[in-house]
């Protein structure tokens, strides 16, 4: 897989302040950037409201305390508990209820199919957060200086090209940029905000939530369609889970609670005071808060903030990625780790330039940032809702809570996300199926591999020799040459049978090296194996050894480091690394008439087992040091 970064086992951590600089520059750009677009939706979207003062109240009581329940109470208290070993997102929620399921059947087929509903749904939104914050940021200058308007989308797809091009260098590096840029924009929204409540204190009212519920009360079904609009305050929630393995749960809750939070309650109800002063600047009534000589600075510092928060999706997807690599749920996928001091910070090439592709796709299909929040939600949401049903789980299965009033709170979470989902599901029409489109086919994908695997271990089997009669057959034979030298043959589903490379080199070389390892690699439900626990080796008869490597689905897959830092005593056989020869099964695989999947899935494996990286690279193996043998498979 890889051209990854060499890493010492026990390598320095970053400090606190460091990690809080980072959170503040990766994880907080998505939802820091939503007072961008967030209120005017809200008026003047696809179910425009009058900017009256009940209206605006009742709009602001929604954002206040849509924010407090689904970010400050449900991710940041709640969801961020449940964590695997530090590591978030729905596929660490799957690992985390798979060690669950014994004795309960029902448990992990459940699991995995909510785990990879949610991964799938969560591409879908790194796809359009990039493209509607950027473009809403660029269109201020449509305030600024009106003649530039022609400019917009030319500017918006430089920006984007820009964003991808420098995500190789890492999100250690970005975070570090753009962690200072994001405390300055927090800040600056947050006087904006004050500056305009000062001008209309009778807005700071909203904080009740019977404006809320006065609002949805009389206004009925439009009352709820503009929850479609009102979830834009918390995009972004999801993206504080899946990239708190970059950088750890403490940093991400103080950012939040000391600077985040107040910020966007301020200038929410900036925008708000704004409204009432002046219900003509429903035109743009972020930048408009900002005098005439700010503008221009606002919005290109509104720009520098977006493409943060387009960081926070694709840091998300990065890491969304390789857990379902290593959980078996996609073909292995060149990674290259990025920093010497964070093992959760990745990027991955194909990954980023695929993203690249669709964002600037929506940003040349929908040209406007309204008709990209049109389309933008209800892939969030329908995560969010998976994501409450799988912590629910964990809460009962895992924690064993007993509590009424906790399972009520977790109900009150389901009862929010529905409603946002089901808001939400309006907008299909005006956009909408593109997410849900783009999130049915990765589902297909990751749900295909994820079969296909299970087959190819079943066909293997069937045909595979046990160890035991190959050991009674071959040892002792005078038509078998034991050269000198160490060849390890790597098995990654056989643990007690011969893996197919083996069998191939006996027939065809009559050769069994002195040493010969059977390797197979398991990948634990948990983020990292400690190194104690890395390797095991048993002899399992005249020089020939059964061993196993086990990582976590964060770790890095390195054979030959993994071997390096064992000891002779933990391998059984004394590691020269210049005599050691790998031996790998290049597997083609053949779609026929035999149950396991329809034709169509079977040829879709079939390519997707074409286009996976090698196990050459993906476990990091010298490549002077590698023999491939081809092997047929039929599924």
Not at 170 to 191: E, K, Y
Request: hydrophobic share 50%; aromatic share 10%.
């Amino acid at each position: 897989m890889t051209e990854q970064m060499t890493k010492p086992e026990g390598c320095e951590k970053s400090s606190f302040g460091a990690l809080l600089v980072g959170a503040l520059g990766i994880v907080y750009g998505d939802i820091g950037t939503s007072p961008l677009y967030t209120l005017h939706e809200c008026f003047a979207g696809e179910h425009p409201l009058v900017v009256d003062k009940a209206n605006i109240l009742g709009i602001l009581s929604l954002i206040f305390w849509s924010i407090t329940i689904i970010v400050s109470v449900k991710y940041v208290i709640v969801t961020m508990r449940a964590n695997n070993r530090g590591e978030g997102g729905s596929l660490a929620l799957l690992a985390m209820l798979n060690q669950a399921g014994e004795g309960r059947p029902w448990l992990p087929p459940l699991v995995a199919t909510l785990g990879i509903a949610a991964a799938a749904l969560f591409y879908g939104d790194s796809t359009i957060t990039p493209a509607v914050s950027v473009l809403s940021a660029i269109e201020g200058l449509q305030v600024a200086a009106p003649a530039l308007e022609d400019y917009v989308l030319p500017i918006t797809l430089a920006i984007l090209v820009g964003l991808f091009a420098i995500q190789r260098k890492g999100t250690a590096l970005v975070g570090s940029m753009f962690g200072p840029v994001m405390i300055v924009w927090f800040v600056i929204l947050a006087i904006l905000g004050l500056r305009n409540i000062a001008k209309a204190p009778l807005v700071l009212a909203a904080l009740s939530p019977h404006y809320a519920f006065l609002f949805m009360a009389d206004h009925g079904l439009v009352g709820f369609l503009s929850l479609g609009a009102v979830v834009l305050s918390v995009t972004g929630g999801e993206a504080l889970y899946a990239d708190m393995g970059h950088f750890g749960r403490p940093p991400i809750a103080l950012a939040w609670y000391l600077l985040v939070l107040p910020a966007l309650i301020l200038n929410y109800f900036g925008q708000g005071a704004l409204l009432l002063s002046d219900p003509k600047s429903l035109e743009n009534p972020f930048f408009l808060m900002a005098p005439t000589w700010a503008l221009v600075p606002l919005v290109i510092l509104a720009g520098i903030a977006t493409v943060i928060a387009s960081q926070a999706v694709i840091s998300g997807a990065f890491s969304v990625t390789a857990q379902a690599m290593q959980l078996g749920y996609l073909p292995r996928m060149r990674i290259l780790h990025t920093s010497a001091k964070e093992k959760g910070q990745i990027y991955i090439p194909f990954l980023n330039s695929l993203v690249a592709l669709f964002v600037i796709a929506l940003v040349l299909g929908f040209r406007t940032s309204s008709n990209l929040a049109a389309a933008y939600g209800i892939a969030v949401t329908g995560t969010m809702g998976i994501t409450t049903i799988m912590v629910t789980m964990v809460a009962a299965f895992i924690w064993g809570w007993k509590n009424k009033l906790a399972y009520a709170l977790l109900g009150l979470f389901l009862i929010v996300d529905i409603s946002f989902f089901a808001a939400n599901a309006a907008k299909i029409i005006h956009g909408g199926w593109f997410p849900l489109a783009l999130g049915a086919i990765i589902f297909l994908l990751l749900m295909t591999w994820k079969r296909g695997r299970s087959l190819v271990f079943a066909r293997r089997e069937d045909g595979a020799m046990p160890i035991g009669d190959f050991v009674a057959s071959v040892i002792g034979s005078k038509n078998i040459t034991r050269p000198k030298g160490t060849a390890i043959f790597l098995t990654s589903t056989l643990r007690d049978h011969i893996p197919p490379a083996l069998m191939h080199n006996l027939k065809h070389n009559q050769v069994l090296h002195e040493v010969t390892v059977l390797l197979t690699i398991v990948v634990e439900d948990i983020p990292h194996v400690d190194q104690s626990r890395r390797i095991t080796s048993e002899h399992v008869t005249d020089g020939i050894y059964r061993m196993i490597i086990r990582y976590g689905f964060m770790d890095e897959t390195n054979i030959p480091r993994a071997l390096a830092n064992a000891s002779e005593q933990q391998l059984g056989f004394f590691y020269e690394p210049m005599k050691i020869s790998y031996f790998l099964s290049r597997e083609t695989i053949i779609a026929s008439d035999r149950p396991g999947m329809d034709p169509l899935r079977e040829a879709l494996f079939a390519w997707m087992s074409r286009s996976a990286s090698s196990a050459m690279e993906f476990f990091a193996l010298p490549v002077n040091r590698v023999v491939e043998l081809g092997d047929q498979i039929e599924i």
